[in-house]
């Protein structure tokens, strides 16, 4: 770095990263009028370039294998026709995993983070999620209540739109829901197996528009979400967000911008940031007011980390020693199966939205001994998916060419049905990430380096996902490839299904965790985090919708904090 560029001016907000959590923020506090300056590590985005919605496989080089064919060589990290920009290894970023350990770290650098291209399965928190140690003497319990967070589901919700029904269930709260889409053939088997199993099949819960609200379309369902949605049917926070903020005039953004450190002055509170322009290679500073960090948990907690000073030598918020700890993800486990009763099916337009039209909630909250606590939820996949590279793999061998092959394509295209179970871990105290004192990225930050490891229980809990798919695949008529199983073999590797969450706990203890119940800083009150870091747990419901509604409160809380002269 040549030099260091400092601005003179005072920003009310800085808000770090622009995904669900830094989105939110950015909208609640420029709906109050506060002014905002938010960092976005990557460009700009403009969906309807960057966005692939309705390009057919014919219409590009090498039908979406990547302008350079790069997955015929094993090198395309991403889907060429997934929404941008995300990385299993960022270029110039580096991270170090432990001996013998495995961890994935996913990072979006563009406006809106992954929620351009996440799955928007949408699941409420349960009663139990927010207090598991008093429910079962497990993990540990958030300084909030599910009552207390109601409201703030209820907002985001209502604003990001989501479909769903009443159920009455507790593992699967009811929310504010729009209405429901009909389920597809295939899962109509689903739902038929499910009763036979006493299963219940209910319908999905997707951030996806069944009709038009706050200014976005309904969707047409073209069921291509996951390449963008041009007309932001399918909720992401660069769109719903940060686009109508930019309007109010309250908003500045500046992308390229990577975090560096937090700075603090003598009373140690923050004071600014510095930051890395990317396109000019040199550091600069921002000064503010308050500062919410929101560059996903990993990231957030990277960056609290390496701002070390005086007075908190361990890094910014960390007195406590808890930064980085309790990392948690998802756990996952799949399986597939081909279903003859689907075989040569009446072609249909089965598009819907991108994802399930229905799934299956955690039905075995009150048996007794189980293998393991808690449980898991099921999303389905399956249907007439646009065909494309590897959509038919396995025919050729099976049938030749030719006629034949054309034959058994026809067959088996919509007869596979895919069962995904994504479930609770228990946040222990060897999965966590540290600052890697050895190497540092291209911009001369330390990178992370990553410890994890798969508890009893959850290897367990992928032994019940194995034995459920299969009874399920079966109840349909259907086959499930005849192999031996090893749970742990199979069981989803740390940061695979990208919903890491609890580096930056909340807590009512200082010493035990880093923020209050309202994601604020105990020792460094102008600080908020707002992703998933605060979470205390990692429940079997996908984090997004619950990142949104602390989001959401938080930020009103920052704004009431400075609206009294406290911060």
């Not at 007075?311 to 930064?323: C, D, I, R, T, W």
């Not at 399930?356 to 009150?366: D, G, K, N, Q, R």
Request: charged fraction near 20%.
């Amino acid at each position: 770095m040549l030099q260091v560029q400092r601005a003179p001016a005072v920003h009310d907000v800085v808000v770090i990263g622009s995904g669900a959590g830094g989105g939110t923020t950015v909208k609640v506090l420029t709906d109050l009028g506060i002014n905002v300056t938010l960092l976005e590590a990557g460009p700009m985005l403009d969906p309807m370039k960057d966005f692939k919605e309705h390009v057919w496989p014919w219409e590009v080089n090498h039908r979406g294998s990547g302008p350079a064919a790069e997955s015929y060589f094993g090198k395309q990290q991403w889907s060429y026709w997934n929404a941008p920009n995300g990385y299993w290894d960022v270029p110039g970023e580096p991270y170090s995993v432990a001996q013998g350990e495995e961890f994935r770290w996913f990072r979006s650098r563009i406006l809106g983070g992954r929620t351009n291209h996440y799955g928007r399965i949408s699941l409420r928190f349960s009663d139990y999620d927010f207090k598991p140690q008093a429910f079962d003497g497990l993990g540990f319990d958030w300084p909030v209540t599910y009552e207390e967070m109601s409201p703030w589901y209820d907002k985001a919700e209502g604003f990001m739109g989501v479909t769903g029904t009443h159920e009455g269930l507790r593992t699967a709260p009811d929310g504010n829901f729009l209405p429901p889409v009909a389920p597809r053939v295939h899962e109509m088997l689903v739902q038929r197996a499910g009763k036979k199993l006493n299963i219940p099949v209910i319908p999905s819960r997707m951030a996806m528009l069944t009709k038009s609200i706050h200014g976005r379309a309904a969707c047409h369902y073209c069921g291509q979400c996951g390449r963008g949605c041009h007309t932001a049917s399918a909720f992401t926070s660069s769109q719903a967000m940060i686009f109508p903020a930019m309007k109010t005039g309250k908003l500045n953004i500046i992308t390229g911008a990577m975090a560096r450190e937090l700075l603090v002055n003598d009373e140690g509170l923050v004071s600014g940031v510095s930051y890395v322009d990317k396109a000019t290679r040199s550091e600069k500073t921002i000064r503010a007011r308050a500062v919410v960090v929101a560059a996903s948990a990993c990231e957030s907690a990277r960056l609290l980390l390496n701002s070390k000073s005086t007075k908190y030598p361990a890094g910014l918020a960390n007195n406590s020693g808890v930064v980085g700890r309790y990392l948690t993800d998802t756990v996952g486990y799949s399986l597939g199966g081909s279903v003859p009763a689907l075989e040569n099916m009446p072609r249909h337009n089965c598009d819907g939205i991108g994802g399930m039209h229905v799934y299956v909630p955690w039905w075995e909250l009150e048996k007794k001994n189980k293998d393991f606590p808690r449980g898991y939820h099921i999303e389905i996949g399956g249907g007439f998916g646009m065909p494309q590279l590897g959509s038919f793999r396995g025919a050729a061998a099976n049938a030749g060419y030719g006629a034949g092959i054309k034959a058994a394509a026809r067959q088996q295209y919509g007869t596979n049905v895919n069962f995904a179970g994504r479930g609770e871990m228990i946040p222990n105290e060897h999965s966590y990430c540290e600052i890697d004192n050895t190497k540092v990225d291209q911009w001369g930050i330390p990178v992370l380096k990553f410890h994890w490891i798969s508890q009893p229980y959850e290897i367990k809990m992928v032994q019940h996902m194995h034995d459920t798919f299969t009874a399920m695949i079966e109840a349909m008529g259907g086959r499930v490839p005849n192999r031996s199983f090893d749970p742990a073999a199979n069981i989803s590797k740390g940061g695979q299904i990208i919903h890491e969450a609890g580096t930056v706990r909340m807590g009512d203890d200082p010493k035990k965790s880093a923020l209050n119940k309202w994601s604020q800083a105990h020792e460094v009150k102008n600080l908020v985090v707002a992703d998933a870091a605060p979470f205390n747990g990692n429940p079997d419901k996908n984090v997004t919708l619950t990142i949104v509604a602390n989001a959401w409160r938080a930020a009103e809380h920052l704004a009431e904090e400075m609206k009294k002269g406290n911060v």
